[in-house]
Each structure stands twice: as C-alpha cells, then as structure tokens.
C-alpha cells in the first residue's frame, strides 16, 4: 500500500471520529520502546490517537492492547490502540536537556535549601558574581523565600547547606525521578507496563 493511501486512510479515521460525542480525543497511545518499556515516564510517552493510527498503517508499531471505542472509515472498523510498540528499538540518548523542567525533576520539585515545594525558581549555588557557571552542577531548585534569603552568597557564607548535591542526571536516573509523579490519570491497559512508586493494593 503506497504511503499516499496510508495518509488518506489515517485521514478518514480522523474525520469519521471528530463527533465530540465519543470522546475519542481522550485515548491517548502509551508508546512503548521495542523492548517493551516506555520511552518517557516523565512526560509520559503518549501520542493521539490519531498519530497512533497513522503508524500501524505505516508499519512502524505493533499493537499491544486497545480501547473498547472504535474508529470507522467507509471500508474498515477498527479499534482505537490504547498501548503500542515500536518495532525498530530507539536508543534513549545518555543525558538529558539541561533545563528548568529537568532540574526542577532531578531535585523532586523540592526547594534544595528547606524542602518546600511552592514557588520554586532556580538558584546558583556559586553565585555567578563569584565565578559560578549555569550548569548541571551549580544549578538547584530553590523556593523563592530561600532564593532571596541566600542572595549573592555561597551556601556555607549565608549558612544554608544544600540538602543534595547537585549532579548531571543521566536520562535513567531523571527517569527514575518521573515514576515518583505518576500522571492524575492511568487507563487499565497500562498499567502492566508502567512501575510507579506508589503503595500497591492488597
């Protein structure tokens, strides 16, 4: 089937499905690498459905569960995926982005000097007057109370000692971090292939 056909298919799908009624923009695809684990846990590696569709056509993903609401086109019914596969493995890179997100991730959303978790900016811990680079290393999470408690000091001048020291995470151990913050929402056929630290049923 050419790729032209594929994309006019993935088309009709999305048409036929745009009646507010069904809800079908609330069935987000887990994406799963090809050995089965997520490529993201934080954000969770989600795709529309509608992107979800266009690969199966293209041959890119295998299906590992669907939804019970459905899709039609004038030829064809068919379930909307709820969780696929890559089926060529992609190789996470090493380190991620150095970004206000990712250090705000790497430091649990904590304020790295009490704790809190409100009104979090970013803090040099070298301050730059006295040298301090904006990188992995001399970047923490700070609550803006402590931001301007510690001003223009190092930690040890204004006596604030940083709860962790900071590091450049590599992807897994930022990874790691996500599964502390589950989304607010996780459809039944996810759950098999996600591990969240939270507390199990009995």
């Known amino acids: 089937m050419f790729k032209a056909e ?58 590992v569960a669907s939804y019970d609401r459905e899709v039609h086109s004038p030829s064809l019914d068919m379930k909307i995926p709820s969780v696929i596969a890559l089926k060529q493995y992609v190789k996470p890179s090493e380190f991620p ?33 006295l040298g301090g680079r904006t990188s992995w290393e001399n970047i923490v999470a700070a609550c803006a109370p ?12 204004a006596h604030m000692p940083i709860l962790v020291k900071p590091i450049r995470p590599t992807n897994w151990q930022l990874q790691q971090r996500g599964k502390a913050f589950p989304p ?16 199990l049923e009995a």
Not at 10 to 33: W, Y
Not at 109 to 114: G, H, L, N, P
Not at 185 to 194: A, M, P, Q, S
Request: proline share 6%; hydrophobic share 40%.
């Open 6 to 63: 594929l994309m006019e298919r993935a088309a009709r799908f999305r048409s036929a499905a745009e009646d507010p009624t069904r809800n079908v923009a609330g069935c987000p695809a887990l994406v799963l690498n090809a050995d089965y684990t997520p490529l993201s846990y934080y954000p969770l590696s989600l795709w529309p459905w509608q992107t979800a569709i266009k690969a199966i056509f293209l041959d890119r993903v295998d299906v």
């Open 97 to 129: 982005a150095f970004t206000r997100f990712n250090v705000f991730l790497r430091d649990r959303f904590t304020c790295q000097y009490c704790g809190d978790n409100h009104h979090l900016t970013f803090d040099h811990v070298i301050p730059r007057r």
């Open 146 to 157: 402590c931001n301007m408690k510690k001003g223009g000091r190092t930690p040890q001048q």
């Open 184 to 199: 607010n929402f996780l459809h039944e056929t996810w759950r098999d292939w996600l591990y969240w630290d939270i507390e």
